[in-house]
């Protein structure tokens, strides 16, 4: 896989001796999974492996620190001993996902939030919501700052995926002004990286799935609608900066470079010298024609913004994709 320097950040005022991760076999959770052990911070890993996967974290099992569990959030929670960080990931997060599981992905959001929360009282431990950008819909504010309400459609087919995050806010809020909890809430915006799955629905595998195959690469609509996509490592010392630093957020994380997705899928056919054409279809309901944050908080509250250009995390992402291509092959 192509390497990628990890890039630097100023000292955090705390860490952790012991972490929870929800969804900790997924994309992101596996990735901050394999962040905290790195930082010496003992973690135990829970998925219920809806839409992750063991494979993820299965270079984790030897490692000392590491325990997976499987464990489905929204039945029970309980993790015996100490803690003092819950990072709440569990949920599906592309649209593929959640348009095929809507009730699952309203419940994690709802009772699967409360039992994380429950989980971080009962310690006194921190909490961290892994948030995203869809609380703020197809948005009339441009770009996004934290302080904006959103323009989403609660009933629409990706009112299940916003309205779970939205309350899950809503309920984030609630448990540390009732109950003191040390809460914080991240936004994340677009995210790539190594351990996507090819047929997760979202724009960047998509691509990326098709080029190596030499298919036609499937754009939606004109393909002029923005997204600002933000590598993997990036995001993972952003969440653990903020998680670190004891702020509340909610905080935008994510790159404030903003592409269109034509671009996005005209860089990934060069990045793979395939000779895949684009081809053009419906947008799907609701789809944001904008999307791009507003990261002054974290630049002020962290020191923090993206280190990794476009082009090489891309160039990393599309080694790993190659890579299980050809293991499958």
């Known amino acids: 896989m192509a390497s990628i320097t990890p890039p630097t950040t100023r000292p955090v005022p705390r860490t952790f001796r012991r972490a929870v991760v929800t969804g900790g076999a997924g994309f992101l959770g ?45 039945d029970f929670l309980h993790v015996p001993g100490d803690l003092d960080l819950v990072l709440h990931f569990a949920s599906p997060a592309s649209p593929v996902d959640y348009l095929k599981l809507p009730l699952e992905t309203l419940k994690v959001g709802s009772t699967g939030t409360s039992h994380a929360l429950g989980l ?25 700052p934290e302080t904006y309400w959103g323009h989403v459609n609660p009933i629409g087919p990706r009112g299940v995926y916003d309205e779970a995050k939205r309350y899950a806010e809503a309920l984030t809020t609630a448990y540390r002004t009732t109950h003191d909890v040390d809460t914080a809430i991240v936004r994340i915006f677009n995210t790539y990286g190594p351990r996507m799955r090819p047929h997760d629905g979202r724009a960047i595998p998509t691509f990326i799935r098709q080029a190596l195959a030499g298919e036609p690469v499937t754009v939606a609509g004109d393909g002029l ?105």
């Open 30 to 74: 596996s990735h901050l999974c394999e962040a905290l052990l790195a930082a010496g911070t003992e973690v135990v890993c829970l998925d219920n492996f809806l839409t992750g996967s063991p494979a993820n974290v299965a270079h984790l099992l030897e490692h000392p620190g590491f325990r997976l569990v499987r464990c489905d959030v929204t």
């Open 120 to 144: 971080a009282k009962d310690k006194g431990a921190r909490f961290l919501l892994a948030s995203t950008s869809e609380v703020y819909g197809d948005p009339q504010v441009h770009p996004q």
């Open 225 to 329: 609608q923005t997204r600002s996509i933000c590598y993997v490592d990036d995001l993972v010392r952003g969440i653990l900066a903020l998680a670190a630093s004891g702020h509340p957020g909610p905080m935008n994380i994510g790159n404030p470079t903003e592409l269109t997705v034509r671009d996005i899928a005209e860089t990934v056919v060069r990045a793979t010298g395939s000779r895949s054409e684009l081809a053009f279809v419906d947008r799907p309901v609701d789809d944001p024609q904008v999307r791009r944050p507003d990261t002054t908080l974290a630049r002020r509250v962290l020191g923090w913004q993206p280190q990794v250009a476009w082009e090489d995390g891309l160039a990393s992402t599309l080694s790993w994709f190659a890579e299980q291509q050809a293991v499958s092959a």
